[in-house]
């Protein structure tokens, strides 16, 4: 059973950077797709980006491309979001997420994942 805990979220201004991660135990990320997701106040939840087990292949929300990165580090088995140029529409609490399947046409799919965090609140005032 791999369990997830996100750390890093906050208030901060437009414009700001913040890194959210993502700290494993129970698996070793480097063996799924792992991803962050987010959910807005009074919305469901959104695919923000991913990265496969091999860390050859990032997929990005049009929304954050050029603003947010993924990356893993192994030896620490902990997954990380940079969040740079942050805007208001932002704001949401971001979950990060691990799925067992294989294939890269579903990473976008919250159903598609097994594992989830309990989430972190990112708020970005103006």
């Known amino acids: 059973q791999v369990q997830l805990v996100e750390s890093g979220g906050g208030l901060v201004q437009a414009g700001d950077s913040l890194r959210l991660s993502c700290a494993a135990s129970?698996?070793?990320?480097?063996?799924?797709?792992t991803a962050w997701f987010r959910q807005p106040p009074g919305n469901e939840r959104e695919f923000v980006t991913a990265?496969?087990?091999?860390?050859?292949?990032?997929y990005h929300a049009e929304s954050v491309r050029g603003r947010f990165t993924i990356s893993r580090d192994r030896a620490k088995n902990t997954l990380y979001l940079q969040m740079n140029s942050l805007k208001p529409e932002d704001t949401a609490v971001y979950y990060c997420?691990?799925?067992?399947?294989?294939?890269?046409?579903?990473?976008?799919?919250?159903?598609?994942?097994?594992?989830w965090g309990q989430g972190t609140q990112v708020t970005v005032s103006t």
């Open positions: 990265i496969s087990g091999n860390g050859a292949n990032r």
């Open positions: 129970g698996g070793t990320l480097g063996t799924y797709v």
């Open positions: 997420a691990a799925s067992s399947r294989t294939g890269n046409s579903w990473y976008y799919q919250p159903r598609a994942y097994n594992w």
